[in-house]
């Protein structure tokens, strides 16, 4: 053991050479220091769970690409959420699925009363009053064709058309009693016509628009799209989704869906886009960031740890915190479920 002349010795030399701010350590060498170096601390309230309803009238079926989650009927929704929404869940996203439903060209059962969607924000609303309805607004899920809009006979977006159908779903949707209208689509435009038409139906000051403004392309949908049926019928979203290396792209598109008066702004992917997000919090310094971490993200997360990498647990958290860290305040996460029990352990 070094003596008490060394260890001065040792000290001194170190507070001659650097700075005192240099001594870090101290700083975070208990666990409640380290909580405390965190600007802000996940919460249950942040967590929004995707919930895919099919209009099957009695499902309740997992899905191989994503351990641990289940496409449901809307029967099946308040048993399963109830006991979530008791340890703490506050909101959900709502995909319809159309498995016996006819598809067509213009996604007609998209704001069908009596299609998933709208028959469980009702239900929603009347069972789980406290719990906040966020109803995701596209047409890949509906439509023969499986892209994202009404196309031209080439087969590329005619988007006029599509903005038009895409801010009729949306209406619909708030007027069944969503909370918030969160259309994905990425035609160009949308925001300003749901707006324009939730005001024309005066009820744009009760209706959240979450606009999915910076939502790039790419191969991390592959689960979510095999879970409702999404996958198109030829060619890709390329054209409308952005680009991966489209940084300048996202900006432009975050600051559009604002001007045309978006009340929140989403990335998606996230953890691949973490320069994205904080991107978008600097941009949209006045308005909640949310980010959704996506099908392919939580599905790698569990191969990975099937393989023996890491633990799910310390994985989430840690992908969660840096999502976070990023700018996001909201965050889409299949992990929602685990993480109320999570967040109330030491």
Not at 274 to 285: E, N, P, T, Y
Request: glycine share 8%; with cysteine; hydrophobic share 40%.
């Amino acid at each position: 053991m070094a003596d008490a002349k060394t260890m001065d010795s040792n000290t001194h030399d170190l507070t001659s050479r650097s700075s005192l701010s240099s001594l870090l350590h101290g700083g975070y060498s208990h666990p409640l220091t380290r909580v405390w170096q965190a600007e802000r601390q996940l919460t249950k309230s942040m967590l929004v769970y995707p919930l895919f309803v099919s209009d099957l009238e009695d499902e309740d079926s997992s899905m191989a690409l994503l351990p641990s989650q289940n496409r449901r009927s809307v029967s099946r929704l308040v048993p399963h959420l109830r006991p979530l929404v008791e340890k703490g869940l506050k909101a959900v996203i709502l995909f319809g699925v159309i498995i016996e439903g006819i598809k067509d060209p213009t996604g007609s059962a998209a704001d069908d009363s009596n299609g998933p969607v709208i028959r469980s924000i009702r239900l929603l609303r009347e069972q789980l009053p406290g719990l906040y309805i966020i109803a995701d607004v596209c047409l890949c899920e509906y439509t023969s064709h499986g892209h994202c809009g009404i196309l031209h006979e080439d087969g590329s977006l005619l988007n006029h058309l599509s903005i038009d159908r895409i801010g009729n779903v949306a209406l619909a949707y708030a007027q069944a009693g969503a909370h918030c209208v969160a259309p994905s689509d990425m035609n160009d435009g949308r925001i300003r016509v749901i707006k324009m038409k939730l005001i024309q139906a005066g009820v744009a000051s009760k209706i959240t628009l979450m606009s999915y403004a910076a939502k790039f392309s790419g191969c991390l949908y592959g689960p979510f799209r095999d879970a409702v049926g999404s996958c198109p019928s030829f060619g890709d979203r390329r054209c409308y989704q952005l680009p991966a290396g489209g940084r300048g792209l996202a900006r432009r598109a975050i600051a559009r869906d604002l001007d045309e008066g978006a009340d929140i702004i989403m990335v998606k992917p996230a953890s691949a886009y973490l320069d994205i997000i904080s991107d978008a919090k600097m941009i949209a310094k006045d308005v909640p960031i949310a980010a959704y971490q996506v099908s392919g993200e939580f599905a790698m997360i569990h191969a990975a740890a099937a393989s023996g990498v890491f633990e799910v647990k310390a994985m989430a958290l840690e992908s969660l915190q840096g999502i976070q860290r990023a700018g996001a305040s909201i965050i889409i996460t299949y992990f929602t479920p685990r993480m109320l029990d999570w967040l109330e352990e030491p």
